[in-house]
Every structure is written in structure tokens, then in C-alpha cells.
């Protein structure tokens, strides 16, 4: 996992045009009594250094990229140290792995509170960008996914899917319609809501391909899946909610349900940077 998150590292410097990358790799407690560390007091700063240089081979060995890099190795529970590194770096974007069969919590714990956007890389997964999944509903937080989606495969020739899943209410029954007449007019009304947005989009090299989807389960997130596989894209990219004290806290249930059940396409969840810590440093001034 160590190796496909510092060559997509590599990757991201490229596209993103980064100025500085650095490398965190978290020693879990070592839970030993402290009279066993009393007696054996460079026991913790062998254990730092050995990973430390192991990073520095992995590194040396799969970064392929000419920007500076740093090398932060901690020692304690992992999303705290990562999002303690995270608060006081202020990066653009950090990206963990997950393993296909667990680590969801992790991805999860961090999205929560990260005070960035998050990018989720499953393991044996080169990140691509010629294929983009982003699931519009035309609020503020699936505009601001978009706008960042553009910015970054600025100068790539992407195609840009803009999914938009709509639902048939239970009153259309008052309509004197049935359920499938009902259904062609909302997916009017999304196809000419995408079309409206893709019009007053500016892109560059990028292409915008619009995609309406009926919900019929109540279970949007499983269609937006199904259809990103169809589709067979590269990367699917949500945004955090923020508008309001409480959302700024919490990443949406949407996006949380994503990082649930998709554990095989790349996932990039959009947060303004700096939302969290302003909120935080908020409360803590109104405590």
C-alpha cells in the first residue's frame, strides 16, 4: 500500500503541480508498561528511526517526481496523529490508502475531520484522469466538486461526468399520470437542469457529458456506484457539506455511504480548505 500511495503521490505532483509533498506513517501505541520503557528509554526513538528510514527507501526508490518532500513518523493512534499533522501542515489535499477489504473506518474518521479536501486511493490502483464521476444535485457543495474537478485536469483532455439521479415523488399519483409518464418529466427537468449547467460551465480541454438517473430503490448512493462502474471511470468526486456550524463538521451521509461501499475506484471528497479549523477555533472562543 506504502508504494501505490507514494507513486500516485508522484502522479498528483504532476497534475496538481504541487510545491511540497509530506509523507506521514503512523507507529500504533506500543502499549507497554512504563517501567519496561523506564529500562529500555531509546526503545520508542530506534522503533521512530527505523521507519523512518524505511519510508526514506520507499521513497527514494518509487517518487519519481523533482519536489520537496518531508517525512513526518509519529507514534500513536492514527487519525489523530494524522489529522493533528494535517491542522498544523494546512495541506491542500491528503491521501490515504484503504485496503479493498476493510479500512473503511479509517478513510471514514478522517473525512469526518479533515480540515481539506481528502483523495482515497484503493490499494494496486494507479490514479487515471481521462474518466471523472461527479453526482450533481446543483447545491453548493457539488458546484464547488466541479469547479475543483476543472482546475485540476485543467490541461488534460478528461471527460467529465456529471450525474444527476432524480426521484418520482409519492403525490405523482395526484397527477392523474402513471408512474413512468411522471418519470419522464423529472428526467426533463434534470436533463435540462445538467444542460443549463454544462452551457454556463467554462472548461478548457475538458469534456462535459450529462447523465440522468432514475432512483427507484431509494438507494442513490448504490446507483451512483452502479452507473460510475458502467461507465467504467477512473475517479469519483464528492463534496463535503459545509453550510452550515454542523455540516462543516461532519462530511454529508451521502459521502459517507461512498467511502462505505466503494472500496475500488478512487474517491476524491471536496472540503474548502480551512472550514473545519475556523468553525473549531469558533467554538472554542464561544466556550
Same mark, same amino acid.
Given at each position: 500500500?506504502?508504494?501505490?500511495?507514494?507513486?500516485? $503521490?508522484?502522479?498528483?505532483?504532476?497534475?496538481?503541480?504541487?510545491?511540497? &509533498?509530506? +509523507?506521514? #506513517?503512523?507507529?500504533?501505541? +506500543?502499549?507497554? @508498561? *512504563?517501567?519496561?520503557?523506564?529500562?529500555? @528509554?531509546?526503545?520508542?526513538? =530506534?522503533?521512530?528511526?527505523?521507519?523512518?528510514?524505511?519510508?526514506?527507501?520507499?521513497?527514494?526508490?518509487?517518487?519519481?517526481?523533482?519536489?520537496s518532500t518531508n517525512i513526518l513518523i509519529k507514534q500513536g493512534g492514527e487519525t489523530k496523529e494524522?489529522?493533528? !499533522?494535517?491542522?498544523?501542515?494546512k495541506p491542500d489535499l491528503i491521501i490515504i490508502g484503504r485496503k479493498k477489504l476493510n479500512d473503511s473506518v479509517l478513510c471514514i474518521r478522517i473525512a469526518r475531520?479533515?480540515?481539506?479536501?481528502?483523495?482515497?486511493?484503493?490499494?494496486?490502483?494507479?490514479?487515471? +484522469?481521462?474518466? &471523472?464521476?461527479? @453526482?450533481?444535485?446543483?447545491?453548493?457543495?457539488?458546484?464547488?466538486?466541479?469547479?475543483? %474537478?476543472?482546475?485540476? %485536469?485543467?490541461?488534460?483532455? /478528461?471527460?467529465?461526468?456529471?450525474?444527476?439521479?432524480?426521484?418520482?415523488?409519492?403525490?405523482?399519483?395526484?397527477? *392523474?399520470?402513471?408512474?413512468?409518464? +411522471?418519470?419522464?418529466?423529472?428526467?426533463?427537468? !434534470?436533463? #435540462?437542469?445538467?444542460?443549463?449547467? &454544462?452551457?454556463? %460551465?467554462?472548461?478548457?480541454?475538458?469534456?462535459?457529458?450529462?447523465?440522468?438517473?432514475?432512483?427507484? =430503490?431509494?438507494?442513490?448512493? #448504490?446507483?451512483?456506484?452502479? %452507473?460510475?462502474?458502467?461507465?467504467?471511470?477512473?475517479?469519483?468526486?464528492?463534496? $463535503?457539506?459545509?453550510?452550515?456550524?454542523? /455540516?462543516?463538521?461532519?462530511?454529508?451521509?451521502?459521502?459517507?455511504?461512498?467511502?462505505?461501499? #466503494?472500496?475500488?475506484? @478512487?474517491?476524491?471528497?471536496?472540503? =474548502?480548505?480551512?472550514?473545519?479549523?475556523?468553525?473549531?477555533?469558533?467554538?472554542?472562543?464561544?466556550?
Amino acid at each position: 500500500m506504502d508504494q501505490v500511495l507514494i507513486e500516485n $503521490a508522484c502522479i498528483i505532483n504532476k497534475i496538481a503541480e504541487t510545491t511540497e &509533498i509530506t +509523507f506521514i #506513517n503512523v507507529i500504533k501505541d +506500543f502499549n507497554l @508498561p *512504563d517501567s519496561v520503557l523506564e529500562e529500555f @528509554p531509546n526503545l520508542l526513538n =530506534k522503533a521512530l528511526e527505523e521507519r523512518r528510514n524505511e519510508i526514506k527507501y520507499l521513497i527514494k526508490t518509487y517518487f519519481k517526481c523533482d519536489v520537496s518532500t518531508n517525512i513526518l513518523i509519529k507514534q500513536g493512534g492514527e487519525t489523530k496523529e494524522i489529522l493533528k !499533522a494535517a491542522n498544523d501542515l494546512k495541506p491542500d489535499l491528503i491521501i490515504i490508502g484503504r485496503k479493498k477489504l476493510n479500512d473503511s473506518v479509517l478513510c471514514i474518521r478522517i473525512a469526518r475531520r479533515s480540515p481539506c479536501s481528502l483523495l482515497v486511493i484503493p490499494e494496486k490502483t494507479e490514479l487515471k +484522469f481521462d474518466k &471523472i464521476f461527479i @453526482p450533481v444535485d446543483f447545491s453548493d457543495y457539488s458546484s464547488i466538486s466541479l469547479e475543483r %474537478t476543472l482546475l485540476l %485536469t485543467k490541461k488534460l483532455k /478528461s471527460e467529465v461526468y456529471l450525474q444527476n439521479v432524480y426521484q418520482v415523488p409519492s403525490s405523482y399519483r395526484y397527477s *392523474d399520470m402513471t408512474y413512468e409518464e +411522471f418519470a419522464d418529466i423529472m428526467k426533463g427537468h !434534470a436533463s #435540462n437542469d445538467l444542460e443549463v449547467l &454544462i452551457k454556463k %460551465t467554462e472548461t478548457q480541454s475538458q469534456k462535459l457529458i450529462p447523465v440522468t438517473s432514475l432512483d427507484k =430503490k431509494g438507494k442513490i448512493i #448504490n446507483l451512483i456506484l452502479e %452507473t460510475a462502474n458502467k461507465k467504467g471511470v477512473d475517479m469519483i468526486v464528492m463534496g $463535503a457539506k459545509g453550510r452550515t456550524v454542523a /455540516s462543516v463538521l461532519f462530511i454529508g451521509s451521502k459521502s459517507e455511504r461512498m467511502i462505505r461501499i #466503494n472500496n475500488h475506484i @478512487p474517491l476524491m471528497i471536496i472540503r =474548502k480548505k480551512g472550514a473545519v479549523t475556523g468553525i473549531l477555533k469558533a467554538l472554542k472562543k464561544l466556550g
